[in-house]
């Protein structure tokens, strides 16, 4: 599992006035030698990222595609949320999504991105993937996260892999929480990201904030992927299982996807998925993943 220091000082070169030393990445499988993990192809890992913008520090991981070793050719750039339920089971929540072993697949239809994992901070997951403040939930430190991978992550990505960095190059992704911080960043930043996919959204948080924003907010023509599961609610073990909430997240998107048409989203740029037998768990989000990346990045 992963440990994390979520309230750090600033770093001495920050402190000083000094530039950052080069980030020191490694090869996930080399670094997890021995261990028993999932991931498949060319995953590398970065041990430590500080984030000035909100405080703290986290691993960060990026997928390479299957092409990227054969020549220089540059990649777009998707930023994917819960980062450690990406690529590999044994550090994710209740299964990975097998993003890895979802592209290397795709690559053989001439689709190819690198894909940066940010993994939540456990205790920091709702403050950092919402901007709004539920009052049960937290929430509110949703700009400062979309600040961090825009204006920390991005450059050290760009500066140390083979990317198209433009805006119709960079994506942001994300499920439940994290659709929800996605797409608010796909508004909040249209600078600098061109498309995004929001899986199982919880537009419903802090009674549906996110629609009265999505309405005011400045245009952004990038392609957006956007589904839904009927059955999103088997139980009540848990307060995101409650049937309530099963038919708000159902109700909100169609509401999202209905503000979107009216901005001007039309089929080229707009797809809503509602999925007849969709759970909200990472085995319905890596089942409709391939199909979600075709739309984003075909």
Sequence with gaps: MYGYEIIAPPPRDILLGEKLPAAQWSEY????????????????????????????????????????????????????????????????????????????????????????????????????????????????????????????????????????????????????????????????????????????????FAGGAILPYIRNARPNPGRIYLDVGEKESPSARRWWQIPLLDSLRKGHCAQVASLLEHKGCNEEHLRFVVDPAGEHNEAAWRRRLPDGLRFLLG
Excluded at 58 to 79: H, K, T
Aim: glycine content about 10%; overall charge negative; charged content about 20%.
């Design 29 to 204: 499988r080399e670094l997890k030698r021995g261990m028993d993990h999932t991931v498949t192809g060319d995953v590398r890992i970065l041990s430590e990222l500080y984030s000035p913008q909100l405080h703290n520090r986290r691993e960060i991981l990026v997928y390479l595609p299957p092409s990227y070793a054969l020549g220089d050719r540059c990649y777009p750039v998707l930023y994917m949320q819960d980062g450690q339920n990406l690529f590999d089971a044994s550090t994710s929540f209740a299964g990975e999504w097998g993003v890895d072993e979802t592209l290397d697949a795709l690559s053989q239809e001439g689709i190819e991105a690198i894909v940066v994992g940010i993994p939540n901070l456990g205790s920091e997951r709702m403050k950092e993937y919402s901007p709004f403040v539920d009052r049960r939930h937290g929430g509110g430190l949703g700009d400062l996260y979309v600040d961090f991978i825009a204006d920390t992550l991005k450059p050290v990505i760009d500066s140390t892999f083979r990317t198209r960095s433009a805006r119709t190059h960079t994506g942001i992704f994300g499920s439940s929480m994290g659709g929800l911080i996605s797409l608010y960043a796909f508004f909040q930043r249209p600078e600098t990201f061109g498309f995004v996919g929001a899986m199982s959204p919880s537009f419903w």
